[in-house]
């Protein structure tokens, strides 16, 4: 028997959308293809959508985990960075590889661990989308039913933080992991990185990060000698 599946191309090398693929099919897939691919997966009861990696998607997000180290050395903590990991419950029939994520607060739960397998393992802390395509696939519903606490998602010059609640994710003006961290000032440091280099602008948000926490340092301690 054959079995055919609807494709729809969105944008030529860009997006590819199949509809009707059962989980299994999806498997083997993945299975076949092995880890050696550039392309990203997104799978949702029998949606699948294969992306390929674009220059101008790709460096907000090489800049976005840059950051995210640079905070964690500046803040002396372990993280990591477990890039386009394969979440998936075959229970839910839901996947995705984000464009990054990293484990924070939940670090040491799964340091070391060669293999990622959900529900048994926590999920990333901290999943980072950087969009400059339309999905077919609704990515933040597939991150809340698969138990992601917080959500970035660049687009057109803008950084939108999300965090997880009952049913889906609210935005917040915050980040949950970071919460002293000037989400709004951060695309200005991505747009700086075109003019001056993109290690010149992580050096400068490093320098904002220090200033911040040196700020908050001092108003802690002039708090101690007031109470």
């Not at 200033?211 to 101690?224: A, H, T």
Request: aromatic share 8%.
């Amino acid at each position: 028997m054959v079995v055919t599946h609807k494709v729809s191309l969105e944008q030529p090398s860009s997006r590819i959308v199949m509809r009707g693929v059962s989980w299994q099919t999806y498997k083997t897939l993945m299975s076949e293809v092995g880890d050696d691919r550039a392309w990203k997966v997104a799978y949702d009861r029998g949606i699948l959508e294969i992306r390929m990696p674009l220059l101008e998607h790709e460096i907000p997000k090489g800049l976005l985990e840059s950051f995210v180290e640079a905070i964690a050395d500046e803040l002396e903590i372990e993280v990591m960075k477990a890039g386009s990991l394969t979440l998936e419950r075959e229970d839910l029939t839901h996947a995705v590889e984000p464009d990054s994520c990293f484990y924070i607060q939940n670090e040491p739960r799964v340091r070391g661990r060669k293999a990622i397998i959900l529900p048994n393992d926590p999920p990333p802390d901290l999943a980072i989308e950087s969009d400059y395509t339309n999905s077919s696939i609704n990515k933040q519903a597939l991150y809340s039913a698969l138990g992601v606490p917080e959500l970035w998602r660049y687009t057109k010059k803008t950084l939108v933080v999300y965090g997880r609640i009952e049913g889906g994710y609210e935005q917040r003006d915050r980040s949950l992991a970071f919460p002293f961290v000037p989400i709004a000032e951060i695309p200005h440091f991505i747009e700086q990185s075109r003019a001056i280099g993109q290690r010149s602008a992580v050096r400068l948000f490093r320098q904002r990060i220090q200033y911040i926490l040196k700020s908050n340092n001092r108003e802690d301690g002039l708090s101690d000698e007031l109470s």
